[in-house]
């Protein structure tokens, strides 16, 4: 039976994630809080941001800056610019 959480990022009721999905008080935080949806949300944002700025994940300070994007992310802040703009609604 999946387990049903009210979503920080989304706002509604979701079903929430099987585990935290990252180390840490901010994984288990993001695991009681945020939805399957907000969480595979997040890694297409993660991607775009790794692209963008061309982050190397070896790297420590990409590591941290992508954390803090993460709990931006979910629990608010100022989120750093990407250039991505959604596809229009074409009928």
């Known amino acids: 039976m999946s387990r ?3 979503c920080v990022k989304l ?3 979701a079903e ?6 990252y180390p840490g008080p901010l994984g ?17 944002h993660q991607t775009r941001l790794i692209n963008e ?9 990409a590591r941290k ?3 803090t994007e993460m ?3 979910f629990f608010g802040g100022e989120l750093a ?4 703009v959604p596809p229009a609604n074409t009928p």
Not at 16 to 21: N, S, Y
Not at 53 to 61: A, I, K, N, P, Q
Not at 81 to 84: K, N, P, S
């Open 71 to 73: 709990e931006k992310y």
């Open 4 to 6: 049903i959480i009210h």
């Open 53 to 61: 700025y061309r982050l190397s994940l070896s790297s420590v300070d």
């Open 28 to 44: 288990q935080r993001i695991f009681e809080n945020a939805s399957k949806k907000a969480w595979a949300d997040w890694i297409e």
């Open 11 to 13: 706002g509604i009721d």
């Open 81 to 84: 610019q990407t250039h991505y």
């Open 16 to 21: 929430g994630l099987d585990r935290p999905p």
């Open 65 to 67: 800056f992508l954390a």
